[in-house]
C-alpha cells in the first residue's frame, strides 16, 4: 500500500554531488523505516542509510562523513545527500520503506522504488 518514487540519479565526476529523493504516498503512516540501498553490476544488494520513524539513522561504513539521509515530513520525501563520490559508489539506488503489520509475528512488508542509475566517472 505503499508507492515510491525516486529521482535524482545521473552521471557526476569524482568528487561530485548529487542528492536522491524518493516521494512515498499510500499508507505512509505505516511505515516504520525507509533507507536507501544500492546495487552494483555483479555485486550483491547493500544498504547504504537507513532512518526510523523515530529519527535513527545508520550508515554503510564507506559512506559514513559523505552521504547523508535526512527527511521531509511534510512532504513526505526522504533524501540521499552523496558528497564526495567515487568510482565505487556506482551503482543503481533503491529507495525502500518497511511496514510492521505484525511485530509479534515478525511479519514485515518492504515496499521498493524502481531504482536509479549513479554513475561516478571521469
Known amino acids: 500500500q505503499v508507492q515510491l518514487v525516486e529521482s535524482g540519479g545521473g552521471l557526476v565526476q569524482p568528487g561530485g554531488s548529487l542528492r536522491l529523493s524518493c516521494a512515498a504516498s499510500?499508507?505512509?503512516?505505516?511505515?516504520?523505516?525507509m533507507g536507501w540501498y544500492r546495487q552494483a553490476p555483479g555485486k550483491q544488494r547493500e544498504l547504504v542509510a537507513i532512518i526510523t520513524t523515530g529519527g535513527s539513522t545508520n550508515y554503510l561504513d564507506s559512506v559514513k562523513g559523505r552521504f547523508t539521509i535526512s527527511r521531509d515530513n511534510a512532504k513526505n520525501t526522504v533524501y540521499l545527500q552523496m558528497n564526495s563520490l567515487k568510482p565505487e559508489d556506482t551503482a543503481v539506488y533503491y529507495c525502500k520503506a518497511r511496514m510492521v503489520a505484525s511485530s509479534s509475528a515478525g511479519i514485515v512488508y518492504d515496499y521498493w522504488g524502481q531504482g536509479t542509475q549513479v554513475t561516478v566517472s571521469s
Open positions: 499510500g499508507s505512509i503512516f505505516s511505515i516504520y523505516a
